[in-house]
């Protein structure tokens, strides 16, 4: 009896259709270009807002070295002027910080003399490290408040509500305020000052989560009451699943897809936030860079961490696009 030896060519993965791998080609290359255009427009109006504002930049360096208010004559501030480019047009300088921008250069720090990408990479670990464990902690108390609360009765729906609208209306400072006298000075279990070390890291990654949680159960929520009302959620229970396994199975990838997108706004929401909290703790990250650059009027470090924030709204949501894909396939196919 001769055997049959199937065909290579049937058993090869079926190609992806041309006009599929253009549309993500095409996709791919607006993302990009949206993302360059995002993070320039961001640098130009933190550079050109900074410029703006009252005063002589040489003036507030030349004070800043010399560790007192005063003014000083042109033949003085002429030095500095051309140091740091000052003497040229405005446009000259925003087109020369641009061109470096492209180059990965950000500028030179007006007041620490050194890169401004060297100076805001020494505090951005701590300052991502901050956001991203804020941004779990909130998903877990939303995910918990949610699936605990939704669809148990009326008096239980209310307190999960009522928790959600009161956390999602707090403010960063009132809460790390309320949190550093309870937990670090009236009960001492945590340091007053945060420094880098794990148990410091406690107070401000709460600070941060609670609000957020809020705002993210509220979407939760929502969605969570209309999928559980769905006639697949029905089927699923007539089958003997239980109610654990029906919220957890099938109910949640449903209901999280809108909570997805938003977090993509509330991780850059979160950076922005860290300056607050930051601040609060005494604990180091960009937050703590940007106030010294303000006060400063150091305009490269400014714009420099606006840029970085800009990126990680922008990292932000290509990783909520990813994230749709692996939690709801059938968009891969869109």
């Known amino acids: ?40 427009a961001a640098a130009s109006l933190a550079w050109f807002a900074q410029i703006l504002i009252p005063g002589d930049r040489a003036t507030a360096i030349l004070n800043m070295r010399n560790g007192k208010q005063q003014n000083y004559t042109a033949s003085e501030l002429a030095p500095v002027r051309h140091e740091f480019g000052f003497d040229h047009p ?63 009765g009326r008096a239980v729906e209310g307190i999960g509500s009522v928790f959600e609208a009161f956390t999602a209306s707090l403010p960063h400072y009132w809460v790390g305020v309320i949190l550093l006298v309870v937990f670090a000075v009236k009960i001492p279990v945590f340091p007053v000052i945060s420094g880098s070390g794990a148990p410091g890291l406690v107070l401000p990654v709460l600070t941060l989560a609670i609000p957020l949680s809020g705002f993210l159960g509220q979407v939760i929520r929502d969605e969570l009451d209309k999928v559980l009302d769905q006639p697949f959620v029905t089927t699923a229970r007539t089958r003997g699943m239980s109610d654990t396994a029906v919220r957890l199975r099938h109910a949640l990838r449903h209901a999280v897809l809108p909570a997805v997108t938003l977090s993509g706004w509330a991780l850059g929401a979160l950076v922005s936030g860290a300056v607050i909290v930051e601040n609060i703790y005494g604990r180091p990250g960009i937050g703590m860079v940007l106030n010294t650059a303000v006060s400063t009027r150091d305009v490269p470090t400014v714009a420099g961490v606006v840029v970085v924030v800009a990126a990680v709204y922008v990292v932000a949501n290509l990783l909520v696009d990813l994230a749709y894909t692996a939690i709801d396939p059938r968009l891969r196919a869109s």
Do not use: E
Not at 22 to 30: G, H, K, M, Q
């Open 90 to 152: 405005l446009v000259s300088q925003w087109l020369h910080y641009l061109g470096g921008f492209f180059k990965g250069d950000l500028g030179t720090s007006y007041t620490q003399y050194r890169p401004v990408t060297r100076v805001i990479g020494a505090q951005l670990v701590p300052s991502l490290v901050l956001t991203v464990s804020a941004l779990a902690v909130a998903w877990v108390i939303a995910l918990a408040v949610s699936l605990l609360t939704v669809k148990r």
């Open 1 to 40: 009896m001769t055997a049959i030896t199937p065909d290579p060519a049937s058993l090869a993965t079926p190609r992806r259709p041309a006009w599929a791998t253009a549309r993500a080609a095409r996709r791919a290359t607006v993302k990009i270009v949206s993302a360059v255009g995002v993070l320039l």
